[in-house]
């Protein structure tokens, strides 16, 4: 990519996918302005990039992210505030409406904004030495980047409730008994098997994992009704792809499928 971001770290992978990591070990990669803003940029540029196929997330030293900047946080008041959390919301909504698959590697702390930004990835996993929460009502606020939304509706109310106002910090254990993420394994083991992930992902149909996104995430909230009739149109937009027609072919002469992305 042309991007030079000085707090996010780049690499590509022969498989297309895009390795953004955090990079201000220093400071636990927490989330300032800066960091976001590159952030953005990044994935602004890996919607339109056809090249890119998914996006991998991690976190540079002992930490995934461990949340919003505290001194930027200091200077906040009730108007930069509501500003602040807009834009937090705005970005790691655009990593969720990518269209591409995004999966976040959690190692150490995610906590806070760190634990929204891997709420907001597609996918998650997590070494056995990550931890979660929202710790946020010990500063005397709530999360403000998607926390109270998307944690409630990957754990359920009550879970959320619990983390959210003890503002108490999990294992990656508990993370998994609680669907906040999909596996756990060793830390030496974390990054190999994230890719391994993602390059099974990358070999499929890029259309209908994009399809498959979209209908997950905007029919959840829908009437049963008009998130059938989501998937339906959905269903008959992949069956005009080229990718069908190829997947059903190649099942049917007992060979790989060669996807294209159309």
């Known amino acids: 990519?042309?991007?030079?971001?000085?707090l996010l770290k780049l690499s590509r992978l022969e498989t297309g996918i895009l390795h953004i990591m955090l990079a201000r070990p220093e400071a636990l990669n927490a989330l300032n302005t800066e960091l976001?803003?590159?952030l953005q940029q990044v994935l602004l540029q890996a919607?339109?990039?056809?090249s890119v196929k998914a996006i991998l997330l991690t976190g540079e030293g002992k930490a995934f992210c461990a949340?919003?900047?505290?001194?930027?946080?200091?200077k906040l008041n009730g108007q930069t505030g509501l500003h602040f959390s807009?834009?937090?919301q705005n970005i790691f909504r655009a990593l969720e409406q990518l269209g591409k698959p995004s999966l976040a590697a959690i190692n150490g702390y995610a906590l806070g904004g760190g634990c929204e930004l891997a709420m907001a990835a597609t996918l998650r996993i997590a070494s056995t030495t990550a931890a979660f929460g929202q710790p946020e009502v010990k500063l005397g606020v709530i999360p403000g980047f998607g926390g109270t939304q998307r944690l409630?509706?990957?754990i359920g109310k009550g879970r959320a409730l619990d983390l959210c106002l003890s503002g108490r910090v999990i294992t990656a254990a508990e993370a998994y008994t609680w669907g906040l993420v999909s596996e756990v394994v060793e830390t030496h083991d974390l990054l190999m098997r994230a890719k391994q992930i993602l390059n099974t992902l990358t070999a499929l149909p890029p259309r209908a994992l994009q399809s498959m996104m979209t209908v997950i995430d905007q029919g959840y909230d829908l009437s049963l009704h008009d998130a059938l009739e989501l998937e339906a149109a959905h269903f008959g937009l992949c069956c005009a792809t080229h990718d069908k027609e190829e997947g059903v072919k190649a099942f049917l002469e007992k060979r790989v499928a060669e996807f294209c992305g159309e």
Request: no cysteine.
């Open 67 to 74: 949340g919003a900047d505290i001194k930027q946080l200091a």
């Open 1 to 6: 990519m042309e991007l030079s971001p000085k």
């Open 47 to 50: 919607k339109e990039e056809p």
């Open 86 to 88: 807009r834009k937090g």
């Open 152 to 154: 409630s509706r990957l």
């Open 36 to 38: 976001m803003d590159e």
